[in-house]
């Protein structure tokens, strides 16, 4: 991607930056607008960080005061939220999830109102979804009814941003991401982890325990798409964006049974076990896909990776990790 020479003044923050989706984000702001003009911010400390990852500052999300300040040292323009608490481990302490995910929200949208940022981007989920969406596909406009407070605070946070929206006039934009699979960064806590996981283990120890069950078919994306979505989405002009809540973006739709044949092709030994738990219930709550027609139509949506190129890719990156780490092992 070109960096945009037009756009001198986009000074972006991200929060959440060290996460599974914002190690990616941040590289990919940083090819568009330069590295400098991109502000990650997370828990970690700031000493631990290296210097070509840097402009860093450690932030947490709940201090609005500190938020603000980093806001007017940097003039900063945009921000995309992406500090929060994942589906399963927002189940083990609910309170704790709420309060994280809707105060930060709360934080950025006030900040974002009172310095009149250009645009904030935050992540809405398929855990919207409930039992009483359509379990094959979830349109954009289903009814919505999670089943978890990771899901209860998505759903309130799209209420939100299209408050700001209305009433104040905040250029504020969402997408529900799907399960995300990536090899930069662990996955944080989500139901769909798996599928994450699943690689690590397979490259390490050749087998697998599944902890969803071989038919449970989910929403999935490799973050190369998701990262794309969401570069594309803050790019498309402001009155071509319709709709009032997240968007639901689409591009795989499998079942660990369907995965684990799918790796089989590179690894054919691996072996692939399953043991159900907690994490069972949520994914029987969401559906197996969902129709992303209002994406395609009002920002010309389109996915890229099916699932033979990301596995593919998953391996073309994560296999030579393996390789050094089991050589030095032995040595
Ligand atoms: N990964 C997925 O599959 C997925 C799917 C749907 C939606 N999302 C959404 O995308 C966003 C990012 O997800 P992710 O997968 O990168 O999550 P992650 O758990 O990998 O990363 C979240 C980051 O937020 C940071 N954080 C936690 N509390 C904080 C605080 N108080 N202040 C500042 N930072 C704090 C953590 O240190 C972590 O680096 C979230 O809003 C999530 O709900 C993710």
Redesign the pocket.
Known sequence: MEHHKNQPSTVILV??A?????TELVAALRKVYGRKQVIA????DAAAIPDQQRPYHQ????DKDDLESLVVTYGVTQIYH???T?SAKGEEAPLKAWH?NMQ?LLNILEVAKDHKLDKVFW?S??AVFGPSTARKISPQDALLDPQTVYGISKEAGEQWCAYYREHYGLDVRSLR????ISYS?P????T?DYAVAIFHEALQNGSYECYLNPDTALPMMYMDDAVRATLELMNAPKEALKERGAYNIGALSFTPAELAIALKMHIPDFTISYNADKRQSIANSWPAGVDDAVARHDWNWQPEYDLTAMTKDMFDHLEPVYKNSNAATMS
């Open positions: 929060t959440g060290r996460g599974q989706i914002g911010t997370d828990l970690h932030l947490n999300v709940l992406l500090a929060a994942l994280l930060s992540p989920s398929i991401y799907p399960g995300l960064a996955a944080g806590g989500g769909t």
